[in-house]
Nanobody
Framework: VQLQASGGGSVQAGGSLRLSCVAS????????IGWFRQAPGKKREFVSS????????YYADSVKGRFTISRDDAKNTLYLQANSLRPEDTAVYYC??????????????????????????WGQGTLVTVSS
C-alpha cells in the first residue's frame, strides 16, 4: 500500500497550489480519501475528505470556500486545490484513506471523517509554506 503526495511548495499569501496524492496497493474507489495537515509544534488536523465516487465532501471551517477536494478513481488520484493561501496554512499535508463501514462517513453527529484514527493508510506528506 502506498500513498504518494506531491504538489507542495512555497508561495506567497493569496497564492494557490494543487496537491496530488497517487494511491496504489488497495482498491482506491472503495475508500474514503482525505487530507490532513500538521503545522510545526501543532497536532495533526483534518482538512477535507471526499466520499466514494466523488460523493459527499467535508471541509474544516478554516479552509471552507478556499480549498476544493476531488478524486479521479480511474487514476487512483486525490487532489486538493488550495486557493487564497494564508500563512496559517503552512504545514505538511498528508493524504489518507479509510474504509468507513456502513454509514459512518455520513454520520454528521459523529464526524468520524475528521478523526485520523478512522483512516487506515497514510502518505508521507508534502510541505506547503505560505509567506506573508
Amino acid at each position: 500500500v502506498q500513498l504518494q503526495a506531491s504538489g507542495g511548495g512555497s508561495v506567497q499569501a493569496g497564492g494557490s497550489l494543487r496537491l496530488s496524492c497517487v494511491a496504489s496497493g488497495f482498491n482506491f474507489e472503495q475508500y474514503i480519501i482525505g487530507w490532513f495537515r500538521q503545522a510545526p509544534g501543532k497536532k495533526r488536523e483534518f482538512v477535507s475528505s471526499i466520499g466514494w465516487s466523488g460523493g459527499r465532501s467535508y471541509y474544516a471551517d478554516s479552509v471552507k470556500g478556499r480549498f476544493t477536494i476531488s478524486r479521479d478513481d480511474a487514476k487512483n488520484t486525490l487532489y486538493l486545490q488550495a486557493n487564497s493561501l494564508r500563512p496559517e496554512d503552512t504545514a505538511v499535508y498528508y493524504c489518507a484513506a479509510g474504509e468507513f463501514p456502513g454509514s459512518t462517513y455520513d454520520d454528521d453527529d459523529g464526524r468520524y471523517y475528521q478523526e485520523a484514527s478512522w483512516y487506515d493508510y497514510w502518505g508521507q506528506g508534502t510541505l506547503v509554506t505560505v509567506s506573508s
